[in-house]
């Protein structure tokens, strides 16, 4: 092992760090994540409505799709999207070849986030909406699915801090997100360092405000019934406040 | 056409509900053995019974939440959860058997209220959803109904944040505000404290004194007795005996009947 003098640059570092490049690069990260979950949450909400049905055809046709989807590494569809489908005469460009392909890929993971969510809603609210008069596909709609959704945010939100890192396989298709564009920048500068610390801490951070978007929704969303029970909890102490001071 | 053939015709308008022969399986257990039972419009009826007796099983086969094995239900004049427009009947499709439902109005032990919604919105979602009223008519229509059941000051409350006998009230009121013709009760203090139960009851028999046809699966035996035009008592998936209250409570003509009342008459229920 040779042991060099040390070549880390602070001023490639800050020359970088906050350059449009790279804010460009973590902008399309974000947007490549919300368009990734956000098709895949509508896809894969139709589908767990399929998995969780009384007929065993589409249970059966659920558990192959979302079998062989998780069975593919993202990587791997990734290509396939990109490179494997034209032999079949569909060409696509290079985002939609990655929206297709984080949507297909998400779509089986939210599919199985919101089924787990769905079997967590006790029966007896689908037999409640049924003897209101609702038929199956309305009662889903209107009563299962919104607290499906509820009880499958913490899952939800773990998934999308782990597309936020799994996007950076995008680039290997060329799409220019984040990775792809710190990438590009050491191979011309041969800072391969300090940019990558610098895609990291960008990473990092984006993980971490993710954190705290998730906690705002989880406790805006995520139990409605237990959040808003604090408040009752709240507002005798206020009453007792007011007779002690009249 | 002789007169009592005119009653009998008048008699058969009149019929609510109508099971013939009916039978459900689970398993080897029969929840239902050939039950038959006739009740007629504005009638109260009561269904007593020991656990495990098929009152629920009865309830839920009226609208469809069960299926039936053999015989058939009349609601109405219409048959349930069977289609007879082709010569082979076959089971109807969601979309006809949820439109069957809407008349009927259901209210469960467990209460199940819509976990995100408030109150008012549980009152409030069948008319949205199903019957498609306008939001501003819908809410008001629950409003009143929530203050019919003395519970005008929890409309924006969720369900945690009611006690049992508020959440079933609530359960009512959304069962009501579908205007039903008939209403199945399953059991509907049987979740409760006893000191709500009282709170319950009272809305059900103002519902009772409405006129509306109800069937109540029940274990309080002294409500039964005051609510009720008839009590049927049920035992192993068999109605055992018929009458009115007066007469099966004081003079029950059945051994089983008798054994059953006197064993709950008896662990400290009063009549």
Same mark, same amino acid.
């Given at each position: 092992?040779?042991?060099?003098?040390?070549?880390?640059? &602070?001023?490639?570092?800050?020359?970088?760090?906050?350059?449009?490049?790279?804010?460009?690069?973590? &902008?399309?990260?974000? &947007?490549?994540?919300?368009?990734?979950?956000?098709?895949?949450?509508?896809?894969?909400?139709?589908?767990?409505?399929?998995?969780?049905?009384?007929?065993?055809?589409?249970?059966?046709?659920?558990?192959?799709?979302?079998?062989?989807?998780?069975? +593919?590494?993202?990587?791997?569809?990734?290509?396939?999207?990109?490179?494997?489908?034209?032999?079949?005469?569909?060409?696509?460009?290079?985002?939609?070849?990655? @929206?297709?392909? @984080?949507?297909?890929?998400?779509?089986?993971?939210?599919?199985?986030?919101?089924?787990?969510?769905?079997?967590?809603?006790?029966?007896?609210?689908?037999?409640?909406?049924?003897?209101?008069?609702?038929?199956?596909?309305?009662?889903?709609?209107?009563?299962?699915?919104?607290?499906? +959704?509820?009880?499958?945010?913490?899952?939800?939100?773990?998934?999308?801090?782990?597309?936020?890192?799994?996007?950076?396989?995008?680039?290997?298709?060329?799409?220019?997100?984040?990775?792809?564009?710190?990438?590009?920048?050491?191979?011309?500068?041969?800072?391969?360092?300090?940019?990558?610390?610098?895609?990291?801490?960008?990473?990092?951070?984006?993980?971490?405000?993710?954190?705290?978007?998730?906690? @705002?929704?989880?406790?805006?969303?995520?139990?409605?019934?237990?959040?808003?029970?604090?408040?009752?909890?709240?507002?005798?102490?206020?009453?007792?406040?007011?007779?002690?001071?009249? | 056409?002789?007169?009592?053939?005119?009653?009998?015709?008048?008699?058969?308008?009149?019929?609510? /509900? $109508?099971?013939?022969?009916?039978?459900?399986?689970?398993?080897?257990?029969?929840?239902?053995?050939?039950? !038959?039972?006739?009740?007629? $419009?504005?009638?109260?009826?009561?269904?007593?019974?020991?656990?495990?007796?098929?009152?629920?099983?009865?309830?839920?086969?009226?609208?469809?939440?069960?299926?039936?094995? #053999?015989?058939?239900?009349?609601?109405?004049?219409?048959?349930?959860?069977?289609?007879?427009?082709?010569?082979?009947?076959?089971?109807?499709?969601?979309?006809?058997?949820?439109?069957?439902?809407?008349?009927?109005?259901?209210?469960?032990?467990?209460?199940?209220?819509?976990?995100?919604?408030?109150?008012?919105?549980?009152?409030?979602?069948?008319?949205?959803?199903?019957?498609?009223?306008? =939001? !501003?008519?819908?809410?008001?229509?629950?409003?009143?109904?929530? $203050?019919?059941?003395?519970?005008?000051? =929890?409309?924006?409350?969720? *369900?945690?944040?009611?006690?049992?006998?508020?959440?079933?009230?609530?359960?009512?009121?959304?069962?009501?505000?579908?205007?039903?013709?008939?209403?199945?009760?399953?059991?509907?203090?049987?979740?409760?404290?006893?000191? *709500?139960?009282? #709170?319950?009851?009272?809305?059900?028999?103002?519902?009772? !004194?409405?006129?509306? *046809?109800?069937?109540?699966? *029940?274990?309080?035996?002294?409500?039964?007795?005051?609510?009720?035009?008839? /009590?049927?008592?049920?035992?192993?998936?068999?109605?055992?005996?018929?009458?009115?209250?007066?007469?099966?409570?004081?003079?029950?003509?059945?051994?089983?009947?008798?054994?059953?009342?006197?064993? /709950?008459?008896?662990?400290?229920?009063?009549?």
């Amino acid at each position: 092992m040779m042991v060099g003098a040390i070549i880390w640059s &602070w001023q490639i570092f800050g020359q970088y760090l906050f350059s449009s490049e790279i804010l460009h690069g973590a &902008w399309v990260t974000i &947007w490549l994540t919300a368009s990734g979950i956000g098709l895949g949450t509508c896809i894969g909400a139709v589908l767990s409505v399929f998995g969780t049905s009384e007929k065993r055809l589409s249970r059966v046709l659920y558990q192959t799709y979302t079998g062989i989807v998780r069975g +593919i590494p993202l990587l791997v569809t990734l290509v396939l999207v990109y490179d494997g489908l034209p032999e079949m005469g569909l060409t696509f460009g290079v985002v939609q070849s990655t @929206l297709i392909a @984080l949507a297909i890929n998400e779509s089986a993971y939210m599919a199985e986030i919101i089924r787990g969510g769905i079997l967590s809603v006790p029966h007896g609210q689908m037999e409640a909406a049924k003897a209101l008069g609702m038929h199956r596909t309305k009662a889903m709609r209107v009563i299962i699915l919104p607290q499906a +959704i509820r009880a499958a945010i913490p899952a939800a939100g773990n998934e999308v801090n782990g597309l936020l890192k799994s996007t950076s396989l995008v680039s290997v298709i060329s799409m220019t997100e984040l990775f792809r564009v710190t990438q590009d920048i050491f191979a011309v500068n041969f800072h391969p360092l300090e940019l990558l610390t610098i895609a990291s801490l960008y990473y990092i951070t984006m993980g971490t405000a993710w954190r705290g978007i998730q906690s @705002l929704l989880e406790r805006r969303f995520g139990a409605p019934t237990a959040s808003k029970s604090r408040m009752k909890i709240r507002r005798p102490t206020a009453q007792l406040v007011v007779t002690e001071s009249s | 056409m002789s007169a009592s053939l005119l009653d009998q015709a008048r008699d058969k308008s009149r019929v609510a /509900v $109508e099971l013939r022969s009916v039978s459900r399986h689970f398993g080897d257990v029969a929840a239902l053995e050939r039950v !038959d039972l006739e009740v007629l $419009e504005s009638q109260v009826i009561a269904l007593i019974g020991p656990s495990g007796s098929g009152k629920s099983t009865l309830l839920r086969c009226i609208n469809n939440l069960e299926r039936v094995d #053999e015989g058939s239900i009349h609601v109405f004049g219409e048959r349930v959860g069977i289609s007879e427009d082709s010569d082979r009947p076959r089971p109807l499709r969601d979309r006809a058997a949820a439109a069957q439902r809407i008349e009927i109005g259901m209210v469960f032990q467990n209460f199940n209220l819509f976990g995100h919604m408030t109150a008012l919105e549980n009152v409030m979602s069948g008319l949205v959803h199903v019957r498609h009223t306008g =939001k !501003d008519a819908a809410r008001a229509r629950a409003v009143e109904l929530l $203050e019919r059941v003395g519970l005008g000051s =929890k409309q924006r409350s969720y *369900t945690l944040q009611l006690s049992g006998g508020q959440q079933q009230r609530v359960a009512i009121a959304r069962a009501l505000a579908m205007s039903p013709r008939l209403m199945l009760f399953d059991e509907p203090t049987s979740a409760l404290d006893p000191e *709500t139960i009282v #709170e319950v009851l009272d809305v059900i028999r103002t519902i009772a !004194d409405g006129g509306m *046809t109800l069937l109540i699966a *029940t274990h309080e035996m002294g409500f039964a007795r005051g609510v009720s035009d008839e /009590v049927v008592f049920m035992d192993a998936g068999r109605i055992v005996e018929r009458g009115l209250p007066q007469e099966l409570f004081l003079r029950p003509k059945t051994e089983r009947c008798q054994e059953f009342l006197s064993r /709950v008459l008896h662990s400290g229920r009063e009549l």
